[in-house]
């Protein structure tokens, strides 16, 4: 019996929705494959007490969590409810202790597994995930394979799972990047992220215009502040885990795209 069934004083199920898309996560294998956090900025793991601790790697059934300085937080085989946070953004989640390693003095890693009882700790998570997939994946395509006009030394092309685009202009002998689009797929709509003078914009692709996502620029801005919150998390989390030449390539890009996530609606950037 789990603590919210503890807590209510009867058993609780999960939502049909919940199955659901449990059932397509495993069908796909996607379960328990990880996703390494590359920058350990990005989410935290709140526990009782204020014990806040670094997501190392997360998947849909557990996480890794860094605590500094405290020498056992937790123990072996203990539930809590937890707070998983991602760049501002926040779910609860019931969490249980399936190994504890002491890796420094005033360090301990921790694995937890996931308990899903409703769809919002689930979708939270997927939303995470999917992206993060997404740009793993991203391989560099040689020059012979481009079009003509991304052929030259400037340029620089990947293409992941999604399908997942990024293709980047770098100034000739400083390899500053001078623009870029990331372009991917968000449940099933075309989106986009363009850079170019310094000014990252947010573009949701009509689907007439897929024929045309190398042309740079965005076809239709984000209709809602809800829209453009959507698609800078999911462009932000794709670039977070793509290969490190990418991420170095593109870092004007995330530093904006987290700039106008984590400051308060209607703030400056």
């Known amino acids: 019996m789990g603590l919210f069934d503890k807590l209510l004083g009867r058993k609780t199920h999960r939502s049909d929705a919940v199955d659901a898309e449990i059932a397509a996560i495993v069908k796909d294998g996607r379960m328990h494959a990880r996703m390494r956090l590359h920058d350990d900025t990005v989410a935290?793991?709140?526990?009782?007490s204020h014990l806040i601790g670094r997501v190392v790697d997360i998947s849909y059934g557990g996480i890794a969590v860094s605590f500094v300085g405290a020498k056992s937080p937790v123990q072996e085989g203990a539930q809590f409810e937890g707070s998983l946070k991602i760049l501002g953004a926040s779910t609860a989640l019931l969490v249980t202790t399936v190994r504890v390693v002491a890796y420094q003095v005033d360090a301990t890693m921790v694995g937890f597994s996931l308990?899903?009882?409703a769809a919002g700790g689930l979708l939270f998570l997927r939303d995470f995930i999917e992206p993060s997939r997404c740009g793993q994946s991203l391989a560099l395509i040689a020059p012979e394979l481009r079009q003509a006009r991304y052929q030259g030394s400037e340029w620089h092309c990947w293409r992941g799972d999604g399908p997942t685009d990024l293709i980047a202009q770098t100034q000739p002998g400083t390899g500053?990047?001078?623009e870029a689009i990331l372009t991917f797929r968000l449940n099933k709509t075309y989106c986009e992220l363009t850079f170019k003078g310094g000014v990252?914009?947010?573009g949701i692709?009509?689907?007439e215009d897929e024929s045309s996502l190398l042309n740079g620029t965005a076809r239709a801005m984000a209709s809602n502040v809800d829209d453009e919150v959507r698609v800078l998390r999911a462009g932000l989390y794709t670039l977070l885990a793509s290969p490190a030449p990418?991420?170095?390539?593109?870092a004007p890009m995330m530093a904006l795209a987290r700039a106008r996530l984590l400051v308060p609606a209607g703030g400056a950037v």
């Open 176 to 178: 500053v990047l001078s």
């Open 200 to 202: 990252l914009q947010v």
């Open 115 to 117: 308990h899903h009882q």
């Open 44 to 48: 935290t793991l709140t526990l009782p």
């Open 246 to 250: 990418c991420r170095a390539l593109s």
């Open 205 to 207: 692709i009509r689907q």
